[in-house]
């Protein structure tokens, strides 16, 4: 039973457009939900994240959206760049104790072409 | 910072034989968690611990599977006797405990392939 779906397992985007990648979640108690980004041949490093307090965070071209409504989180890129090619992981998790492990999503690939 | 140091790499093995992957966590870091990735399953979690007490490991698949953190500077997992369905990516990854209930942002390695032939 997946509690974090990530439905698009790619996604291609022009360089300059904007790149949405989509996330669900089933477990209501999750408050807590970051993005990770991976390279190829190296650990998933931490992008961006919110908390359910919240419903939007911007950092530089990266900004997650967050609808709790709908159990659904986006992140979006603005203006995708070659670089920005990655797997995309959604992740989440909820208080206990100040830590708890994160659940991740199976990814999406998204690839910027110039 | 050197940040999660994992090795080996690369490892290839054949079926039956014992594997150990390492890990060294971030120093100060005191939550070391081992993930599994595979094309089927994705990123799934197998142990975690904190101040090296292993907190939760319904994720090891198997009694195959087993993980120690001796100190807070290097955990293990090893697999014995390993089989073709290991085959995987094996990370590490490592948090400092977070402000009250907030969850701290996990650091991975850069993981070990695993290769059972």
């Known amino acids: 039973d997946q509690q974090v779906k990530q439905n698009s397992p790619s996604l291609s985007v022009q360089e300059g457009r904007i790149s949405i990648l989509n996330c669900d979640y089933t477990?209501?108690?999750?408050?807590?939900f970051l993005w990770y980004k991976k390279y190829p041949a190296e650990g998933p490093t931490f992008l961006i994240s919110?908390?359910?307090?919240?419903d939007k965070n911007e950092d530089g071209r990266f900004t997650v959206f967050l609808n709790k409504s709908a159990k659904h989180l986006s992140l979006h890129i603005v203006p995708s760049q070659p670089g920005d090619s990655a797997v995309y992981f959604c992740?989440?998790?909820?208080?206990?104790?100040?830590?708890?492990?994160?659940?991740f999503g199976k990814g999406t690939r998204l690839s910027v072409i110039a | 910072d050197a940040g999660v140091i994992q090795s080996p790499r690369h490892e290839v093995t054949e079926m039956g034989q014992e594997v150990t992957l390492r890990c060294k966590p971030i120093?100060?870091?005191?939550?070391l968690f081992w993930y599994r990735q595979t094309m089927m399953r994705g990123l799934e979690l197998l142990i975690y611990?904190?101040?090296?007490?292993?907190?939760?490991d319904s994720g090891m698949p198997e009694d195959r599977f087993s993980a120690k953190m001796p100190n807070a500077s290097f955990s293990t997992l090893k697999i014995q006797p390993s089989e073709p369905r290991d085959s995987a990516v094996y990370f590490c990854?490592?948090?400092?405990?977070?402000?009250?209930?907030?969850?701290?942002?996990?650091?991975f390695g850069p993981g070990t392939r695993l290769t059972v032939l």
């Open positions: 120093s100060g870091h005191d939550y």
């Open positions: 992740a989440a998790s909820y208080k206990w104790f100040g830590n708890t492990p994160l659940v």
């Open positions: 477990n209501s108690m999750f408050d807590y």
């Open positions: 611990f904190n101040n090296n007490v292993p907190i939760d």
């Open positions: 990854a490592s948090s400092s405990r977070g402000l009250a209930g907030v969850a701290d942002t996990q650091y």
């Open positions: 919110i908390s359910s307090i919240k």
